[in-house]
């Protein structure tokens, strides 16, 4: 393993697999048809009285908002200042801090924004590279750009892999995958150039890699990769992380009414129309399906439960 890649792992927040406590795996990495994507497919677990865990995974991904908000060179010094004087009032702080970043906009996509940084940190163990949150100038704005970006360094070809993310959370399934490929193709599909989809985030992370990496050496050869006059430019993946959450009648209303066998069943039979209607979408844009793309689908009792819940706990 290259020095780079160690220092790139570094990166990575992930815990010990608590988000599977939470969610039931359907499949992983599982084909699209007549593209490079692969899908991930998980459902809400069931407790002992039947009882989808839906409370419980908003609190659970509500506790990360300062992982997932707050840059990491501010976390690793709010660390430092616990280990050297037994205060935690600088991870206290940065709390709060997190807290303010947040929308009470009651079509906010920032819990889907979340999951995804979870899922790709936890699932596919690529870190995040910039924090986007900070990046806002108002608690009332969604920051314009990518949902989350993550990276992963290629030993082999001395290559970075640049993970645009993008999330939907819709009643609909069909219209959440639709929706979510039109908003990632722009950051896979365009030329390089200042009027380009991605201009803006790659000069974002040039720009503040300084307060999200709390390693000079990593930073310089980071901002290589994104410098267009730097021949390690050309060494610079563009690659998709997505995730798309949908309303679905499957899960139960009442307790003890089914077993998480028989749900898993029910949604078992609803994966190849998932997997085909995100074929579908990716292929309706030329050249999309040769990019590799990363999509976790998540079924839900219902998304805009999901979002007043996640805006009541963030806003405490």
């Given at each position: 393993m290259s020095w780079i890649e160690k220092a790139i792992d570094t990166l990575l927040i992930n815990g010990e697999g608590e988000i599977?406590?939470?969610?039931?795996?359907?499949?992983?990495?599982?084909?699209?048809?007549?593209?490079?994507?692969?899908?991930?497919?998980?459902?809400?677990?069931?407790?002992?009285?039947?009882?989808?865990?839906?409370?419980?995974?908003?609190?659970?991904?509500?506790?990360?908002?300062?992982?997932?908000?707050?840059?990491?060179?501010?976390?690793?010094?709010?660390?430092?200042?616990?280990?050297?004087?037994?205060s935690s009032s600088k991870i206290i702080d940065l709390q709060n801090k997190a807290k303010t970043l947040f929308t009470d906009l009651k079509k906010t996509g920032e819990f889907g924004e979340m999951l995804l940084y979870i899922l790709v940190q936890e699932i596919l163990g690529?870190?995040?590279?910039?924090?986007?949150?900070?990046?806002?100038?108002?608690?009332?704005?969604?920051?314009?750009?990518?949902?989350?970006?993550?990276?992963?360094?290629?030993?082999?070809?001395?290559?970075?892999?640049?993970?645009?993310?993008?999330?939907?959370?819709?009643?609909?399934?069909?219209?959440?995958?639709?929706?979510?490929?039109e908003s990632l193709k722009g950051f896979l599909l365009d030329t390089y150039g200042y009027k380009s989809t991605q201009s803006r985030d790659l000069q974002l992370i040039t720009n503040n890699l300084n307060q999200n990496i709390n390693n000079p050496a990593l930073e310089?050869?980071?901002?290589?990769?994104?410098?267009?006059?730097?021949?390690?430019?050309?060494?610079?993946?563009?690659?998709?992380?997505?995730?798309?959450?949908?309303?679905?009648?499957?899960?139960?209303?009442?307790?003890?009414?089914?077993?998480?066998?028989?749900?898993?069943e029910l949604f078992n039979s609803d994966l190849n129309k998932w997997l085909k209607n995100s074929g579908k979408h990716i292929k309706s844009h030329i050249n999309l399906e040769k990019f590799e793309i990363h999509i976790f689908l998540i079924p839900f009792p219902s998304v805009q439960e999901f979002r007043d819940y996640f805006i009541e706990l963030v806003s405490k």
């Amino acid at each position: 393993m290259s020095w780079i890649e160690k220092a790139i792992d570094t990166l990575l927040i992930n815990g010990e697999g608590e988000i599977h406590s939470r969610i039931e795996s359907l499949g992983n990495k599982l084909e699209i048809e007549g593209t490079k994507a692969k899908g991930y497919c998980y459902s809400l677990k069931l407790n002992a009285q039947g009882v989808p865990r839906a409370n419980d995974l908003i609190e659970f991904v509500a506790t990360k908002i300062v992982d997932y908000s707050i840059p990491k060179k501010m976390q690793d010094e709010a660390k430092e200042y616990l280990i050297k004087t037994g205060s935690s009032s600088k991870i206290i702080d940065l709390q709060n801090k997190a807290k303010t970043l947040f929308t009470d906009l009651k079509k906010t996509g920032e819990f889907g924004e979340m999951l995804l940084y979870i899922l790709v940190q936890e699932i596919l163990g690529y870190p995040q590279l910039i924090s986007k949150m900070t990046l806002k100038t108002s608690e009332r704005m969604h920051y314009h750009g990518a949902d989350g970006i993550h990276v992963k360094y290629e030993t082999a070809n001395d290559s970075l892999s640049l993970y645009w993310g993008e999330s939907k959370m819709e009643k609909n399934s069909n219209t959440a995958i639709k929706h979510c490929f039109e908003s990632l193709k722009g950051f896979l599909l365009d030329t390089y150039g200042y009027k380009s989809t991605q201009s803006r985030d790659l000069q974002l992370i040039t720009n503040n890699l300084n307060q999200n990496i709390n390693n000079p050496a990593l930073e310089d050869i980071l901002v290589r990769y994104f410098d267009l006059d730097d021949n390690l430019s050309n060494k610079l993946n563009y690659k998709g992380v997505c995730f798309v959450g949908f309303d679905s009648k499957n899960y139960p209303s009442n307790p003890m009414e089914t077993t998480m066998e028989e749900l898993t069943e029910l949604f078992n039979s609803d994966l190849n129309k998932w997997l085909k209607n995100s074929g579908k979408h990716i292929k309706s844009h030329i050249n999309l399906e040769k990019f590799e793309i990363h999509i976790f689908l998540i079924p839900f009792p219902s998304v805009q439960e999901f979002r007043d819940y996640f805006i009541e706990l963030v806003s405490k």
